[in-house]
């Protein structure tokens, strides 16, 4: 089974919009981590938000933000009033913690945002 | 601060061939982590690289091999490169204690023909 699954390979959104990319995850892990990275055409994987299965409230980070629905296993990013250079491929990703050992990174195929001007 | 470099930022090689990829962590990041990326799809967990030993491993053939030297910097070795390896190939640093968002270098892209 997918650990992370990205059901919105491209999507579209009209500048100074929000839009929503949706994340659902699978884990029997009670302590684990959400990750949201970008990455433009450049290559490098951008940091943007992380949410830690303990967290009560939302995390936020500027125009970022995460909807965080424990129960539902879903770990939706919204981006508030899109600008252009948000037109990249945006990863979701788990940190589960078994045993201790590491922090490796699970990743979802990605979602592709176009900002229309 | 110096973010994660890597190093070369493209390489070409033939079957058959071997390479090593370079990676110097962020500045205050002892542990380096490893992923390939091939075309179109989501990183792959290869390994990571803690106090200068293997930590943890993904689903990855021993053709590929790492090191991490004294000052936390890393490398990636692959053997007997096959075409399915042509991929770019991410770096990422984080602390070991404290949060441990990954953060990632700008990536080695490697082409094998």
């Known amino acids: 089974a997918q650990k992370i699954t990205q059901t919105q390979p491209g999507m579209f959104v009209q500048e100074k919009e929000a839009v929503t990319l949706d994340c659902t995850y699978d884990?029997?892990?009670?302590?684990?981590?959400l990750f949201w990275y970008k990455q433009p055409s450049s290559g490098e994987m951008i940091f943007l938000i992380y949410?830690?299965?303990?967290?009560?409230q939302n995390a936020t980070e500027g125009r970022y933000s995460l909807n965080f629905q424990k129960a539902r296993k879903s770990a939706n990013l919204v981006i508030s009033a899109s600008q252009l250079g948000d037109s990249a491929m945006y990863f979701c990703?788990?940190?589960?913690?078994?045993?201790?050992?590491?922090?490796?990174?699970?990743f979802g195929g990605g979602t592709r945002l176009m900002v229309k001007p | 601060d110096a973010g994660v470099t890597q190093s070369p930022t493209h390489l070409i090689k033939t079957r058959g061939q071997q390479v090593t990829l370079r990676c110097s962590p962020k500045?205050?990041?002892?542990?380096v982590s490893w992923y390939q990326q091939a075309l179109g799809q989501g990183p792959q967990f290869i390994f990571q690289?803690?106090?200068?030993?293997?930590?943890q491993r993904g689903n990855f053939p021993d053709r590929f091999s790492g090191h991490q030297f004294p000052n936390y910097s890393s490398e990636l070795n692959v053997n007997a490169l096959l075409l399915g390896d042509s991929a770019l190939y991410l770096c990422?640093?984080?602390?070991?204690?404290?949060?441990?968002?990954?953060?990632f270098g700008p990536g080695t892209r490697l082409t094998v023909l």
């Open positions: 990422a640093s984080s602390p070991d204690r404290g949060p441990d968002t990954q953060y």
């Open positions: 884990t029997s892990d009670q302590s684990y981590g």
């Open positions: 949410q830690g299965s303990y967290d009560e």
């Open positions: 990703a788990m940190r589960e913690r078994q045993n201790n050992a590491g922090n490796m990174l699970t």
């Open positions: 500045s205050g990041h002892d542990t």
């Open positions: 690289y803690y106090e200068e030993e293997e930590r």
